[in-house]
Every structure is written in structure tokens, then in C-alpha cells.
């Protein structure tokens, strides 16, 4: 939030986040205690401000929004961005733009109304999607053999390398996969599939709470 934000402002602010549950909230004490530090962890990073934009890239408008974003990606699994804010390929002319909390409108940032802006009267769409979605981090060295019990893609290192997503099914459950580093990924299912993605994923990681078999 600004610096300079009056105390109505703060009050505003700190009454949304007070009014707010995460999709999955409920499952963080479970989250933590079925994570296993250094193998295999689950988190929920709640109330991510995510914008979904319609746009032709090679357009003036595509330039306009590219110039918020730090880019617009060009091909299926890239994402461009630079610093908190990134933009995922969904389609030729389909993005999901993915920041902080803090960057949403009515926290105290303009990312929604900046992109509105910059797409202005041409061809396009802006929704903001903040709450039709949440965002799980599944991180270790095991967290890649997690996914691979249901996700049908190829995910060695070779084929999703860091820095990618794709759209894909978890548990059978339509998310977007974004490989952040070598052993992270972030998983955005929608809000309503949050409880039984979130389980599921708990019983695949069960196996690696107790010491490996000789």
C-alpha cells in the first residue's frame, strides 16, 4: 500500500483482509503437518491478485499491456515478467497475470486498473479472476515424483524445465502448473476444487514421511 495512504484508507484495507478465507485455509495445520522439510512440502499462498487478459500481442494494445506485465509471453509454457509480476500463456492471445496481494486495486495497488488502461477501447479483456482462483507451492526433492503419481505430462527436467507452465490435470482436476525452480512448482486450481486438491496431494506426499525402505 502507499506510503502515503490515510487512515480511512488503512482501516479499509485492513478490514478486506479481516473479511477474507482462503480456499484453503482450513487445511493449513494439515498442510504443515504433512509436509516433510527437505523432501517434499505443501503451502497454500493465499489471495494472489491473478488478471485474466484477452489480447493480440502484435497489436498497439499488446504493447500497451506488455509494457505493465514486463512482456507478454509468445509461445505455449513461457512466462515473462519481470520482479512480482508475470504473465502466464494460456493462448495465442489468452494470458493469466499473476501478482502479489498487494497489487490488487482494492489492497492498495492499480494492477487491474492498469491493465484496464492499457488495453483501453480496442479489441481485448480484462477480468480480474483474484478469487476464482488460489495458488498451492509444492517444493523439495520429491516434490516433481508427487506430481508424477497423476499428472499425465512429461515432467523431467528436460521437457518442463524452471520457468515454464502449462496447463494441465492434477487428481483430475484442471490447473495451471508453473515450474518456479528446479524442485518448486505453483499449482492454481480453482477455488472450488482447493479442498480435494489440497487432500490429495497430503495422501502423495504421505509415503515420504516414513524412513525409505532398503
Not at 21 to 44: I, K, M
Not at 86 to 104: D, M, S, Y
Request: charged share 20%; aromatic share 6%; net charge negative.
Amino acid at each position: 500500500m502507499a506510503e502515503t495512504a490515510t487512515p480511512a484508507e488503512t482501516a479499509h484495507v485492513n478490514r478486506v483482509r479481516g473479511a477474507r478465507r482462503s480456499p484453503a485455509q482450513h487445511l493449513a495445520d494439515a498442510f504443515t503437518s504433512g509436509s516433510v522439510p527437505g523432501t517434499v512440502t505443501l503451502t497454500e499462498i493465499p489471495y494472489q491478485t491473478m488478471v485474466g487478459v484477452r489480447v493480440h500481442p502484435a497489436s498497439d494494445a499488446g504493447t500497451r499491456v506488455a509494457s505493465v506485465t514486463g512482456g507478454l509471453p509468445a509461445t505455449c509454457g513461457e512466462v515473462t515478467g519481470a520482479g512480482s509480476v508475470n504473465a502466464l500463456w494460456l493462448g495465442p492471445t489468452e494470458f493469466l497475470v499473476v501478482a502479489p496481494e498487494e497489487a490488487h486495486d482494492s489492497l492498495g495497488g492499480s494492477l487491474v486498473s492498469d491493465l484496464t488502461s492499457a488495453l483501453g477501447n480496442d479489441a481485448g479483456q480484462v477480468v480480474d479472476l483474484s478469487a476464482n482462483r488460489t495458488t498451492f507451492e509444492l517444493s523439495g526433492s520429491h516434490a516433481r515424483a508427487v506430481l508424477e503419481k497423476t499428472c499425465a505430462l512429461d515432467l523431467h527436467p528436460r521437457v518442463f524445465r524452471a520457468g515454464t507452465a502449462v496447463s494441465t490435470e492434477l487428481a483430475h482436476i484442471p490447473v495451471m502448473l508453473w515450474k518456479t525452480s528446479e524442485e518448486s512448482y505453483r499449482i492454481f486450481p480453482r477455488a472450488s476444487f482447493a479442498d480435494f486438491l489440497g487432500r490429495w496431494l497430503l495422501d502423495a506426499m504421505r509415503e515420504y514421511a516414513s524412513p525409505e525402505v532398503p
